[in-house]
DNA sequence: GAGGAATATTCCTTTATCGGTATATTCTTT
DNA sequence: AAAGAATATACCGATAAAGGAATATTCCTC
């Protein structure tokens, strides 16, 4: 993966929001969307875009489709990952967002 | 500046390669199309993208317009930049950019 | 195998991006 | 003021992105 792609991936809002998610580990789309309260077809356009870019993997189980950051994927996603931590916990909409999700989490399990 | 506008001026081969170069420091558009091997619309309207957006700073002296870094730029920038010298060691086109680069600056003057 | 839940894909429209050609602007020099 | 150098802008065409609506796929459960 080049570093280009890399950053075309990060330089949308939706992609960043979620990302900023997925450094909490393998979630689910339907966990995303709860989360971020965006239409399931956005959530999945871009998990898809991210995926195909080696950005994102992802498994399936049953119903689900759970996606984390490739563990493998461009060594500058780590450091940006580690950056949009401190990041998030200053800005409001990223903010929100992890507290959302732990809501999420925390509810009923999608299984 | 949003980390999301950022990731987009980024998110471009010929900006990052321009990004790759500024990190030496001040340039004009004429040296950076020289050392890149780009045509003068094309480095003006990059220079135009990330200037209008906050990345870059320029100053006019005669007829030339230098470009820099803009020094208070996203705090993240300046993570990339440094990530992307270590990146650029390894890098066949960024490398080569930066020893055209040292040739250009080690001709004539602009002035 | 029928129905339902979770997810992906297709099609469409709108908007942004990128690069080129041609032209304009700005500053210097004569 | 005219010419030339360095740079910017306007306009155009091609391509990519982004999001919505509708539909398809996949897998589970009954």
Not at 50 to 66: D, F, P
């Amino acid at each position: 993966m080049d570093l280009v792609t890399l950053y075309k991936c990060l330089g949308d809002p939706t992609r960043l929001r979620i990302l900023n998610l997925l450094r909490e580990g393998s979630l689910c789309v339907c966990q995303l969307q709860e989360a971020l309260d965006e239409s399931q077809v956005k959530m999945s356009k871009h998990l898809g875009y991210m995926k195909k870019r080696g950005l994102l993997v992802s498994e399936r189980i049953a119903n689900w489709n759970y996606y984390k950051i490739n563990p493998v994927a461009h060594p500058m996603l780590k450091a940006n990952m580690k950056a949009l931590g401190s990041f998030a916990a200053k800005d409001d909409e990223l903010a929100s967002d992890l507290k959302r999700l732990r809501e999420v989490k925390s509810q009923a399990d999608c299984s």
